[in-house]
């Protein structure tokens, strides 16, 4: 395809001096500016509120929370596993997480989030939808933020109704889907800042690498089934 090269954003000159060439691809890349723009401009987080963010550890919900951390915030992610749920509290220093795969009805997975929630819910991150979705919807603050940025429950073709609409009115909820790529500007200002926190080791990540083209298609698999730990990359030489 032919791009704009005058279009801040979509073309740079990346530096591996003090940052590695794959995190140009996850972290200091397009999932970064991904958790960054949903987070900054649909969350607006203040210091003191909660950002909820589902898929915690994967490649952007890893990022919502530590920057929602470095802005005052109490962040709680939701993700799969005990190893996933540690990696999230103890490296990447979320406040809590609730590992939905512990809780096999509604009620149970509510809980989990009501009690690291116990302020409620101001801003949430949403990757996942389905069941996940449903409890952090009964757990925001009025005219609390939800940014709209994958439903991964729904990618196999099914459907994946809302248990509770009537709580986004209730609520005064305001609910926004983003694609990224739409919002070039914000670019340059976003890097500016993933850069520097991942050179001044105040941004922390993983990658999970599958070795030669020939195993691109498990790593794909894995990532729908939410095997990997952050940016899923296949290493080709």
Known sequence: SVVDAGVPGVLRK???EH???SAYLG???MPGVTAWYGLRQICKPEAGKTIVVSAASGAVGSVVGQLAKARGCRAVGIAGGKDKCAYVVDELGFDACVDYKAHADAKSLYEALKAATPDGVDGCFENVGGPVFDAVLARMNAFGRIALCGMISGYDGLAVPLKQPQLILQSRLTIEGFIVSEHMEFWPEALK???????TGKLKYRESV??????????FLGLLKGRNFGKQVVKLI
């Open 14 to 16: 990346v530096s591996v």
């Open 19 to 21: 940052i590695p060439l």
């Open 27 to 29: 972290v200091v890349g």
């Open 193 to 199: 800042e993933l850069g520097t926190m991942v050179a």
């Open 210 to 219: 599958a070795q030669g083209l020939a195993a691109a298609p498990e790593a």
